[in-house]
């Protein structure tokens, strides 16, 4: 399938890679001659150059012939206009469009037809739902869910001190009280589909899969932290802070932002009656001591900068707070901040970008049978959720008897979880 990306940005790039990594026919759009250049040297894809909001551009990059259009742009105006007017050259396209504004969420999700959207990503938005979900269910560092909530794959890091660490994954299930499955294992970046005879060790991040029940019940068999958050403390008042700080306050969470820039601090106060703003540099101990780090559930590092990020999460480690979540942009998943203990760690470029793929294979796939999939242990191990229709091969034998390839695993399997 043809898929043209408009915008060379963080998201756009992300999206480059990703999907001519795994051999779709991408266009790039972007005004911005030397990015176009250096995107080119680095990927199989074709660049066009101009706005991507302009019908001549359009055809120029192919269009007519294109099946699906990521308007990834950082203008939502020029987003909308770019699904508009490809929609109007080649009716059967699909469109994604990136917005970004919060006073444009409802209206475009009530007015898709008439914006001519076929799926509209708010990456700042999606990546707020996630920590909600990550502070909602404490004690795992990311999750995933599937078969409409009821299957979860979760991230646990494996201390020195864990009842887990040196133990072989035959042994978890007498361990953990609970029916468990362990799916991969990233061990100094590198991804492993282990067996029954592998051995944890100190600094594994672990994957696990299991009901909902399941997973609470190994939280409490590992003395892991599973108390109810009461109270966040959020670093930074961007637009991110915004919409975490709103999904907070509809659960009763109080919720302090602190912010050193006066003028934003005028803002959030108008914006979030709810939350106590504190005008400060989050940076400074003194700072976050006299606010009450050591007192705090949770906290959510989101400035604009990743390495103070890391910084003042590090700190929060130190503070012994029993949770914290560390946005990063351009730095996730590397060695540099790969065994620092700075909590979860989210990414609203890479949120918005497996959203995206995940659409981009549900247009491709003529089945049907993929429902959803999830880029886990840093993008090395997809997760693919799918339904076993008639047609599909195996039908009615026991796994034991299937031969799958090397390194795929099937990790749950069960008539009353289909979709």
């Given amino acids: 399938m043809k898929i043209i990306i408009a915008g060379n940005g963080k998201i756009g790039g992300m999206l480059t890679r990703q999907l001519s990594q795994e051999g779709y026919d991408i266009t790039v759009i972007d005004s911005d001659r030397e990015a176009l250049s250096a995107e080119s040297e680095r990927f199989d894809i074709i660049t066009c150059e101009g706005n991507c909001a302009s019908a001549a551009t359009l055809r120029e990059a192919g269009i007519l012939t294109t099946g699906l ?14 699904c508009m007017t490809a929609k109007s050259l080649n009716p059967r396209i699909h ?12 209206q475009v999700y009530g007015m898709k037809d008439i914006f001519a959207i076929s799926m509209a990503f708010n990456p700042e938005l999606q990546t707020a739902v996630e920590i909600d979900r990550l502070i909602r269910y404490p004690g795992f560092l990311k999750r995933d869910t599937f078969t409409k909530g009821r299957v979860e794959i979760v991230e646990l890091k494996i201390d020195s001190g864990s009842r887990l660490c040196g133990k072989a994954l035959s042994e978890i299930r007498g361990i953990v009280k609970a029916e468990v499955l362990v799916c991969a294992v990233l061990r100094g970046g590198e991804a492993i589909a282990p067996d029954g005879r592998f051995v944890l060790q100190a600094g594994d991040r672990i994957f696990v899969t299991a009901t909902a029940d399941n997973l609470s019940a190994m939280l409490k068999s590992l003395d892991i932290y599973t108390r109810k958050v009461k109270n966040v403390m ?24 602190i912010e050193k820039d006066a003028e934003l601090c005028k803002k959030l106060s108008e914006r979030l009656p709810d939350a106590e703003i504190i005008c400060a540099d989050a940076s400074l101990p003194d700072v976050l001591e006299s606010e009450g780090i050591r007192s705090c559930d949770a906290l959510v590092t989101l400035t604009g900068m990743d390495e103070l990020n890391v910084i003042i999460s590090l700190y929060g480690n130190a503070a012994e707070v029993p949770q914290t979540i560390t946005k990063l942009g351009r730095i996730d998943g590397t060695a540099i901040v790969r065994d620092l203990s700075i909590g979860s760690t989210v990414n609203p470029g890479r949120v918005a970008c497996d959203a995206i793929v995940r659409y981009v294979r549900a247009v491709n796939n003529q089945t049907g049978a993929a429902i959803s999939l999830h880029l886990i242990a840093d993008g090395h191990v997809e997760a693919i ?4 229709e008639n047609g599909t091969l195996h039908l009615g034998e026991p796994l034991r008897q299937i031969r799958f390839k090397k390194n795929v695993l099937v990790a749950w399997a069960a008539t009353s979880c289909s979709s």
Avoid at 95 to 106: H, P, S
Avoid at 234 to 257: E, F, H, N, Q
């Fill in 234 to 257: 959020i670093a930074g008042g961007s637009r991110l802070s915004v919409y975490l700080a709103t999904l907070l306050a509809k659960r009763r969470v109080d919720v302090k932002i």
């Fill in 385 to 388: 959720e799918f339904a076993a």
């Fill in 95 to 106: 469109t994604i469009a990136r917005i970004k504004n919060a006073e444009y969420n409802e």
């Fill in 69 to 82: 259009l990521v308007a990834a742009t950082g203008n939502d105006e020029v987003n909308l206009l770019c």
